[in-house]
T-cell receptor
Framework: GDSVTQMEGPVTLSEEAFLTINCTYT??????LFWYVQYPGEGLQLLLK?????DKGSNKGFEATYRKETTSFHLEKGSVQVSDSAVYFC???????????FGKGTSLLVTP | DSGVTQTPKHLITATGQRVTLRCSPR?????VYWYQQSLDQGLQFLIQ???????AKGNILERFSAQQFPDLHSELNLSSLELGDSALYFC????????????FGSGTRLTVV
């Protein structure tokens, strides 16, 4: 079935460092891809999305490009802040289903 | 505030008991989704309702059931609770039944003792 694999955390970075969180997927058809962020004690918030190959989603300095050839949707940010500390989830929605399939999540800690 | 309201925020109950979790979707959203988040299983999709009708089922146990009412709020009923049911239960909503990304509530933390 459809699935998402994320790099395991925790990831610890210094403020202003470059961030990459890897995400690869397995799906039939042409899924839509998402990144969600979960801050401590809160629900998940949609960070960005891409609905077709080569689309780039972006929000709050984060970017991810839908790469069909490598079945990837890696999350990047050029300069992280302490406030970016959270758990990041990659997810997909296949055209045949209504639910989102989430990865296990990657915890990010940014230190001053 | 995401606009999706879940109550209660915390719930502690004993094994064998039954509880009801409530979710009010964002205004205008017709679909409600329930997810269970645990440390070992991650986020697991349980069930979806669209405008009062069950639309999709995931890894929902037979001891669990849900419904969506005419005012679009939804309830998740968990019965014969076991220690392993301790988790965060999230509700999410979206406008239609094809998903372009949900809006999540802040969750109900269930602890079974």
């Amino acid at each position: 079935g459809d699935s998402v694999t994320q790099m395991e955390g925790p990831v610890t970075l210094s403020e202003e460092a470059f961030l990459t969180i890897n995400c690869t997927y397995t799906a039939t058809g042409y899924p839509s891809l998402f990144w969600y962020v979960q801050y401590p004690g809160e629900g998940l918030q949609l960070l960005l999305k891409a609905t077709k190959a080569d689309d780039k989603g972006s929000n709050k300095g984060f970017e991810a490009t839908y790469r069909k050839e490598t079945t990837s949707f890696h999350l990047e940010k050029g300069s992280v802040q302490v406030s970016d500390s959270a758990v990041y989830f990659c997810a997909l929605n296949s055209n045949s289903g209504y639910a989102l399939n989430f990865g296990k999540g990657t915890s990010l800690l940014v230190t001053p | 505030d995401s606009g999706v309201t879940q109550t209660p925020k915390h719930l502690i109950t004993a094994t064998g008991q039954r509880v009801t979790l409530r979710c009010s979707p964002r205004s205008g959203d017709l679909s409600v989704y329930w997810y269970q988040q645990s440390l070992d299983q991650g986020l697991q999709f349980l069930i979806q309702y669209y405008n009062g009708e069950e639309r999709a089922k995931g890894n929902i146990l037979e001891r669990f059931s849900a419904q969506q009412f005419p005012d679009l709020h939804s309830e998740l009923n968990l019965s014969s609770l076991e220690l392993g049911d301790s988790a965060l239960y999230f509700c999410a909503s979206s406008v239609g039944d094809f998903n372009y990304g949900y809006t999540f509530g802040s969750g109900t933390r269930l602890t079974v003792v």
